[in-house]
């Protein structure tokens, strides 16, 4: 017994001086039999499917708060790649920007009473009223207005979103600045 621990504390001081080292040894070992540790890593993971994704699951469950914050920042850091990003998977999953759109029109419409295309009317009604409320001019600049902004958010409130009094009409540039996340 007394050996056998002697032998970790020996090996854990080796392991700390020997630190570059072992590591240079590491990756060359990796580099040389890439192939079947890929093979064996997708193997475990193929049996360990299911226990793999509770695992995942309760990460991110117990981190939800940081990995939002992470997501945030991320967001902010590389706007245009951001932007690039979702531009590139709407043109390329047409049926997955259509399912999401549905979905998202149906959570808005519900409370409104309206089915997800007769809520998609309204706004569009709702955004030409605000815009004419306003003269058609952007109310932080007066530079001719190109949309309706929801001054409560109308993903968290749905059931204001239709309320003119809950809009002001926008240029782009301005309406950029009013969304953090743009
Ligand atoms: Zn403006």
Same mark, same amino acid.
């Given at each position: 017994m007394r050996d056998l621990e002697n032998k970790r504390r020996l090996d854990k001081k080796y392991q700390k001086s020997h630190k570059e080292e072992i590591k240079k040894q590491k990756h060359e070992y990796? #580099? $040389? *039999?890439?192939?079947?540790?890929k093979n064996r890593v997708n193997n475990y993971r193929?049996? =360990? %499917?299911?226990?793999?994704k509770e695992k995942k699951k309760k990460y991110r469950e117990? =981190? $939800?708060?940081?990995? #939002?914050? $992470? /997501?945030r920042i991320y967001r902010l850091e590389n706007k245009? /790649?951001?932007?690039e990003g979702k531009k590139r998977h709407r043109l390329a999953y047409p049926e997955m920007k259509l399912a999401s759109d549905i979905r998202y029109l149906t959570k808005l419409g519900f409370p *409104? $009473? #309206?089915?997800?295309?007769?809520?998609r009317h309204a706004l569009t009604a709702w955004s030409k009223t605000v815009k004419k409320l306003g003269h058609g001019l952007c109310l932080v600049c007066d530079n001719p207005a190109t949309i309706s902004?929801? &001054? &409560?958010h109308k993903a968290k409130y749905p059931g204001l979103s %239709?309320?003119? *009094?809950?809009g002001i009409p926008l240029c782009d540039p301005c309406h950029y600045d009013s969304h953090e996340w743009n």
């Open positions: 990796y #580099l $040389k *039999n890439q192939e079947e540790i193929q049996e =360990h %499917l299911e226990e793999i117990e =981190h $939800k708060e940081e990995i #939002l914050e $992470k /997501k245009d /790649k951001v932007r *409104n $009473k #309206l089915s997800p295309f007769a809520y902004h929801h &001054i &409560i %239709l309320n003119v *009094n809950n």
